[in-house]
Protein backbone atom coordinates (compact mmCIF):
# COMPACT_ATOMS: atom_id res chain seq x y z
CA UNK A 1 0.00 0.00 0.00
CA UNK A 2 1.34 3.49 -0.79
CA UNK A 3 1.54 6.14 1.87
CA UNK A 4 -1.03 8.27 0.32
CA UNK A 5 -3.63 5.73 0.13
CA UNK A 6 -2.55 4.41 3.85
CA UNK A 7 -3.23 8.23 4.82
CA UNK A 8 -6.45 8.41 3.58
CA UNK A 9 -7.61 5.01 4.86
CA UNK A 10 -6.32 5.89 8.20
CA UNK A 11 -8.10 9.36 8.31
CA UNK A 12 -11.15 7.45 6.94
CA UNK A 13 -10.88 5.05 9.71
CA UNK A 14 -10.20 7.32 12.35
CA UNK A 15 -13.40 9.72 11.31
CA UNK A 16 -15.52 6.77 11.83
CA UNK A 17 -14.10 5.95 14.77
CA UNK A 18 -14.86 9.56 16.12
CA UNK A 19 -18.13 9.85 14.57
CA UNK A 20 -18.91 6.76 16.79
CA UNK A 21 -17.82 8.12 19.97
CA UNK A 22 -19.61 11.18 19.36
CA UNK A 23 -22.96 9.73 17.98
CA UNK A 24 -24.21 8.75 21.61
CA UNK A 25 -23.88 12.56 22.92
CA UNK A 26 -25.56 13.70 19.91
CA UNK A 27 -28.37 11.40 20.15
CA UNK A 28 -28.73 12.26 24.18
CA UNK A 29 -28.53 15.93 23.31
CA UNK A 30 -31.55 15.72 20.96
CA UNK A 31 -33.23 13.84 23.62
CA UNK A 32 -32.51 16.68 25.51
CA UNK A 33 -34.15 18.91 23.38
CA UNK A 34 -37.39 17.43 23.23
CA UNK A 35 -38.17 17.75 26.59
CA UNK A 36 -41.95 18.45 27.65
CA UNK A 37 -42.99 21.84 27.65
CA UNK A 38 -46.10 23.69 28.51
CA UNK A 39 -46.99 25.68 25.19
CA UNK A 40 -49.21 28.60 25.81
CA UNK A 41 -50.11 32.16 25.51
CA UNK A 42 -50.74 35.67 26.81
CA UNK A 43 -54.87 35.78 27.43
CA UNK A 44 -56.61 39.18 27.35
CA UNK A 45 -55.81 40.07 30.90
CA UNK A 46 -52.04 40.26 30.08
CA UNK A 47 -51.66 36.94 32.37
CA UNK A 48 -50.91 33.02 31.55
CA UNK A 49 -52.85 30.33 32.61
CA UNK A 50 -51.17 27.05 33.71
CA UNK A 51 -53.26 23.82 34.63
CA UNK A 52 -52.39 22.97 38.51
CA UNK A 53 -52.67 19.66 37.03
CA UNK A 54 -49.14 19.86 35.82
CA UNK A 55 -47.79 19.38 38.84
CA UNK A 56 -49.40 16.67 39.83
CA UNK A 57 -45.97 14.45 39.66
CA UNK A 58 -43.68 16.92 39.23
CA UNK A 59 -42.71 20.17 40.83
CA UNK A 60 -40.95 21.78 37.92
CA UNK A 61 -42.45 22.89 34.76
CA UNK A 62 -41.25 25.07 32.10
CA UNK A 63 -43.39 26.79 30.00
CA UNK A 64 -43.36 28.31 26.28
CA UNK A 65 -44.79 31.84 25.79
CA UNK A 66 -46.00 32.92 22.44
CA UNK A 67 -44.74 35.42 21.57
CA UNK A 68 -41.58 35.48 24.21
CA UNK A 69 -38.28 34.97 23.40
CA UNK A 70 -37.22 33.38 26.67
CA UNK A 71 -39.30 30.01 28.50
CA UNK A 72 -41.01 30.64 32.32
CA UNK A 73 -39.74 28.02 34.73
CA UNK A 74 -42.73 27.48 37.36
CA UNK A 75 -41.72 26.15 40.30
CA UNK A 76 -43.94 24.59 42.84
CA UNK A 77 -42.76 25.03 46.18
CA UNK A 78 -42.67 22.92 49.62
CA UNK A 79 -45.52 25.25 51.24
CA UNK A 80 -48.02 24.85 48.34
CA UNK A 81 -47.71 28.14 46.49
CA UNK A 82 -45.62 28.46 42.95
CA UNK A 83 -42.80 31.29 42.32
CA UNK A 84 -42.61 31.20 38.34
CA UNK A 85 -39.30 32.72 37.12
CA UNK A 86 -37.77 34.04 33.97
CA UNK A 87 -35.27 31.67 32.33
CA UNK A 88 -32.78 34.47 31.15
CA UNK A 89 -29.51 35.29 32.97
CA UNK A 90 -29.91 38.43 34.41
CA UNK A 91 -25.73 38.65 33.29
CA UNK A 92 -26.22 38.86 29.67
CA UNK A 93 -29.51 37.63 28.61
CA UNK A 94 -28.67 34.09 27.74
CA UNK A 95 -31.25 31.81 27.77
CA UNK A 96 -31.01 29.26 30.97
CA UNK A 97 -30.76 25.43 31.17
CA UNK A 98 -31.96 23.44 33.77
CA UNK A 99 -29.56 21.68 36.68
CA UNK A 100 -30.69 19.02 39.11
CA UNK A 101 -30.62 21.99 41.77
CA UNK A 102 -31.25 24.85 39.53
CA UNK A 103 -30.61 27.14 36.55
CA UNK A 104 -27.21 27.83 34.94
CA UNK A 105 -26.25 29.96 31.97
CA UNK A 106 -23.73 28.01 29.23
CA UNK A 107 -22.22 31.41 28.39
CA UNK A 108 -20.31 32.65 31.39
CA UNK A 109 -21.38 30.19 33.89
CA UNK A 110 -23.84 31.97 36.42
CA UNK A 111 -26.07 29.51 38.28
CA UNK A 112 -29.24 30.13 40.09
CA UNK A 113 -30.71 28.19 42.97
CA UNK A 114 -34.47 27.06 42.06
CA UNK A 115 -35.57 29.69 43.55
CA UNK A 116 -33.62 32.32 41.61
CA UNK A 117 -31.13 33.40 43.43
CA UNK A 118 -26.98 33.98 42.18
CA UNK A 119 -25.50 30.95 43.45
CA UNK A 120 -22.09 31.59 41.31
CA UNK A 121 -21.34 34.75 39.34
CA UNK A 122 -20.75 36.96 36.80
CA UNK A 123 -24.53 37.58 37.67
CA UNK A 124 -25.17 39.58 40.49
CA UNK A 125 -29.08 39.63 40.09
CA UNK A 126 -31.60 36.96 40.73
CA UNK A 127 -34.21 36.22 37.97
CA UNK A 128 -37.05 38.16 37.06
CA UNK A 129 -40.32 36.48 39.02
CA UNK A 130 -43.91 36.98 38.34
CA UNK A 131 -46.53 37.08 40.83
CA UNK A 132 -47.99 33.06 40.65
CA UNK A 133 -51.55 32.50 42.49
CA UNK A 134 -53.65 29.33 42.34
CA UNK A 135 -57.29 30.13 40.83
CA UNK A 136 -59.44 26.64 41.46
CA UNK A 137 -57.53 24.37 39.16
CA UNK A 138 -55.49 27.13 37.14
CA UNK A 139 -52.09 28.68 38.02
CA UNK A 140 -52.03 32.24 37.13
CA UNK A 141 -48.90 34.11 36.30
CA UNK A 142 -48.95 37.96 35.86
CA UNK A 143 -46.22 40.41 36.04
Not at 18 to 40: E, H, R, S, V
Request: net charge neutral; charged share 25%; proline share 3%.
Amino acid sequence: MERREFVKASCKLCLLGAAGLMLPGMINTAKAGNDKYYKTKVNDQNQLEIPLSLFDETTLQIVRVKGWDYDLAVHKKEDGTFAAMLMKCTHMDNQLSITGSGFTCSMHGSQYDKDGKVVKGPAETPLLQYKAIINQNTIIISE
